[in-house]
T-cell receptor
Framework: NAGVMQNPRHLVRRRGQEARLRCSPM?????VYWYRQLPEEGLKFMVY????????ESGMPKERFSAEFPKEGPSILRIQQVVRGDSAAYFC?????????????FGQGTRLTVV | GNSVTQMEGPVTLSEEAFLTINCTYT??????LFWYVQYPGEGLQLLLK?????DKGSNKGFEATYRKETTSFHLEKGSVQVSDSAVYFC????????????FGTGTSLTVIP
């Protein structure tokens, strides 16, 4: 069973471009979480999704950021018109049925650099 | 609400020293509690967990006990090694569905030979 797969591992974008970060959860997992880690800082929750639904987006910036988890395919975190302050590591995690309170499994992250 | 408060770092220890990283939490009901470890350039890996009061999670010489009375889940290791140098995150998962995982800010540990 492959782990949580994120791609790309590294992404460089110029200011004003769009960044698309992909996350394929572990097989059988229907819950996906996105976190942002700024240099020398902890993890900041961004959004929690189930298939085709956004459950909690309280950590998402109001503008330029969006996330989806379609019925088929990976979850996508999309950042439009990137700025230097978006440079960070973005981690995706997945979990199975939440009612069982299992742990979240993390991907290796996408390191976004905005130049 | 739900939150995790974690001991601030960075922490620097000599090899074979005793390690404690404090973690306290606020939650409704009885959440599950976790410690994750992040090595440089990597994602987070589960280190140990406890799902109910008085449970002790353990792995690789690390231990943490779920203390309901003090709402704590402190991480301990009796003798650290250089290879333990990493960032450690305390986390909780609320009992109710529809909730995210809540993480502490992380504690950076450096073990020197």
């Amino acid at each position: 069973n492959a782990g949580v797969m994120q791609n790309p591992r590294h992404l460089v974008r110029r200011r004003g471009q769009e960044a698309r970060l992909r996350c394929s959860p572990m097989k059988g997992h229907s819950h996906v979480y996105w976190y942002r880690q700024l240099p020398e800082e902890g993890l900041k929750f961004m959004v929690y999704l189930q298939k085709e639904n956004i459950i909690d987006e309280s950590g998402m910036p109001k503008e330029r950021f969006s996330a989806e988890f379609p019925k088929e395919g990976p979850s996508i975190l999309r950042i439009q018109q990137v700025v230097r302050g978006d440079s960070a590591a973005y981690f995706c995690a997945s979990s199975p049925d939440r009612a069982k309170n299992t742990e979240a499994f993390f991907g290796q992250g996408t390191r976004l650099t905005v130049v | 609400g739900n939150s995790v408060t974690q001991m601030e770092g960075p922490v620097t220890l000599s090899e074979e020293a005793f390690l404690t990283i404090n973690c306290t939490y606020t939650a409704t009901g009885y959440p599950s509690l976790f410690w994750y470890v992040q090595y440089p350039g990597e994602g987070l890996q589960l280190l140990l967990k406890a799902t109910k009061a008085d449970d002790k999670g353990s792995n690789k010489g690390f231990e943490a006990t779920y203390r309901k009375e003090t709402t704590s889940f402190h991480l301990e290791k009796g003798s650290v090694q250089v290879s333990d140098s990493a960032v450690y995150f305390c986390a909780l998962s609320p009992i109710h569905t529809g909730n995210q995982f809540y993480f502490g800010t992380g504690t950076s540990l450096t073990v020197i030979p």
